[in-house]
Every structure is written in structure tokens, then in C-alpha cells.
């Protein structure tokens, strides 16, 4: 195995670019030092490695693998893994950038990372896909540390990934640590909640701003796009809150159904047919570029990147966005939604409850004792409403959009560690 530095290929559709068009945006308006600008501007550590695993067929393929810690300066650095064939350098910087904001929205005592390996998941075998995750957890056997760096699930990847990587990392170290990764099987020391947590954060984001903008759940209809992990419990917990689905979507199939999705019936069709929706009988299927500006009040991104366009922001019919995915609007796509007046509950907050119930698997973890469902959901609840309340105060304050509030909130507590912290 190799390991390199790697830099990030500066092409026009650059989604490392796009992330530091938004910190510069926000680092003016809140008139961020320039010294913690040219900080953050750079991800602190980048590795790349060469993957070499013995196939089903018994032919050896090279894979590459990433991992990219973008800073450290008010804890250890947090993150998901992502197995998907799009992972490339300047994906994993701009997600692990994304990842130091999100910790910091969400008042977490940790910095971001992220990282992946380019592969396809759903073309491999468990063996390989094991065989896979363990060369990977090798190789990053000095980048990740219960203090150092602490990956999770992320696209492509869930518990059982995580119990692999646990499984290397504790082998290499002689140690049981299973602090050093977080969403792993509750039975090996995960937390009760963390499943379902990026969907649970969703959910609560868009409880905080329909009561900020006089809406009852009961009185407005949603959209979700991706039913898998986020997207599903997104939508299940809406449902649960009185709020009617009337828009599912997979990269299999999307439907519409204005009386309300049966979400129950389909999270278990779903898990009957291979985790896809394709052949879905709840609703009118519809091409799939219709679902994000099919009618609805509440539209919920929760699948790929870069879904929310120029050339599809115009047509949005909802009033209000909230990102379950990471990176779902292109900046190009942020003023068309703000001159309609749409509401945006940008990634970094929205998406943050998965990170948040993240770092109470690593608290446990940590002090070896264990809490219930309904002391992680309570605790998750509150750390939320508060990170959409000091977005919401922030975003009024600088009279901007909630992307560019939240994006202060997070500089305001990032500069001071960077600040305090100092330089060489
Ligand atoms: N991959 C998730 C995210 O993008 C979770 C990260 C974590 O729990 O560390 O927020």
C-alpha cells in the first residue's frame, strides 16, 4: 500500500471551490480574520492509498481510498466513509471542510474529516466488500484515533463497515477502543438512536422552522428525495409529526401521491426488494427530475450532491428546503431560492444529527455506560432546536440566508480556536 499527498484537481464544478465561495461569503459578512480564512482555507492532512484486493474471481483490483482531515482546532476530527464510484480528492476535502462547519453548528467538540473509497458497493460481495474495509482500516491505521480522527457511516456504508474497520483497527492496536468509529451495531457499542439520527435531526430542523414560519405539520405537505438511510427515516419521522409525504424518490424510482404516501408501506417494500423502490405501488410513478419541483410545501434533498440547480432552483414549488444530504444546492442554485423567498435549511445544520448522537456513541463509549433511546433522542432534541436557534438569530442578525447563518455560527467558534490555539 501507498500513501501520498494528494491535491485537488481546481476544475470549474470543483466542489471544494464551492465550499470556500460560501466560507468566503460568510467570512466577509461576519468579517472573519484573514488569518483563520487562509486556515481554513487548506485541509490539514490529506492521505490517498492504493487499495490492492483479491477479487471473488481471484483476480487482484486496486482501489483507491481517501481520507482528508480538514482541521483540528476545537477537538479530534469527525466524519463519515463513503464507498461510492464518484469519491475523488477534491470530494472528500470539500465533505470534510463540510464536516468542521456541521461540528461546529452543532456545538460538537470536534473539527471535520471525511473520507472514501472509490468502489461500487452495490457490485461487490460481502467478502470483498470486507476484505475491502479491512485493507482500508489498515492503511489509515495512523490517521484515525479515539483523540485523533473518528470516521462513521456515510453513503455506500452503515453498521456493518463500521464493525469491520472497529474489528482491524482494535487487531492492529491490541487494544479494544470503540470509540475510534461511531454507528457502529449497538450490540459492539454503538448508541441506541444513531440509526435513525441524520433523519431524526431533519425532522426536527423543519419542526423548528415551520414554527417559525406559523405552519402546523398537520397543514403542510412534503417531498423527500433518497430512501435510504436519511431519506427514509426523514420521512417516517415527518409522517410520524402529522406531516403528509406526498413525494418519494430512489435512483431506482419516484412517485407522487397527492392523499399521502403510505411511508410504513413503503420503508417495507423497500426492505423486501433489495433497499430500492422501483416497482413501489403507493403512489404515481414520475420521472425522477419531476420530484424536486413536483407541488409541495416542504422539499427534502436527501439523496446525491448538486440536485439543486440553476436550472432547477427556478421551478421549486416548496417554501421551505431542508438538506438531508450534504451538498445538495449549488451555489449557482442559493440566489434563485433566495429571491423566491424559499426558506433553506442548509446541510450543515439539518444534517447534523447524525454527527450529533455520532459523538454521544463516542461519549458513551468513552465513560462505558450506556444510555437509553429516550435519553439520546431528549438530549439530540435540545442540542438541535438550540444549533437552529443561534442559525435562525445569526441569520437575522447578518440579514443573510440561513446557509451563510449557519456558516457564521460555525466561524464564531472556529476562529476562536484557531485564535486561541495560535500558529508556529
Ligand atoms: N456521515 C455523516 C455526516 O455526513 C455522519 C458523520 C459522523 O457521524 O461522524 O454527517
Redesign the pocket.
Known sequence: MSTQTVKAESHPESMFEAVLARLDKAAKIMNLSEDVLRVLSSPSKQVKVSLPIMMDSGKTQVFEGYRTVHSTHLGPS???IRYAMDVNADEVMA?AAW?SF?CAVANLPYDGAKGGIKCDPRAMSVGELERLSRAYAKSMKDVFGVNKD?????MGTSGREMAWIVDEFNKITGEDSPGVI??KPVSIGGSLGRDAA?GRGVMVNTLCALKKMNLKPSEVTAVVQGFGNVGSHSARLLAEKGIKIVGIGDHTASFYNEKGIDIAAAIDYAAKNNRILKGFKGGTEIPSDQLLISKCDVLIPAALQNVITEDNAGKIQAKLIVEGA?GPTTPEADPILNDKKIICVPDILA??G??TV?YFEWVQNKAGYYWTEEEVNTKHDLKMEIAFEQVWNNTAQYKTSMRIGAYITALQRIEQGVKLKGAY
Do not use: E, R
Open positions: 469527525k466524519g463519515g465533505l464536516m456541521k473518528i470516521p462513521a457511516p456515510d461511531t454507528g441524520t450534504n444534517n447534523s447524525g454527527v455520532s
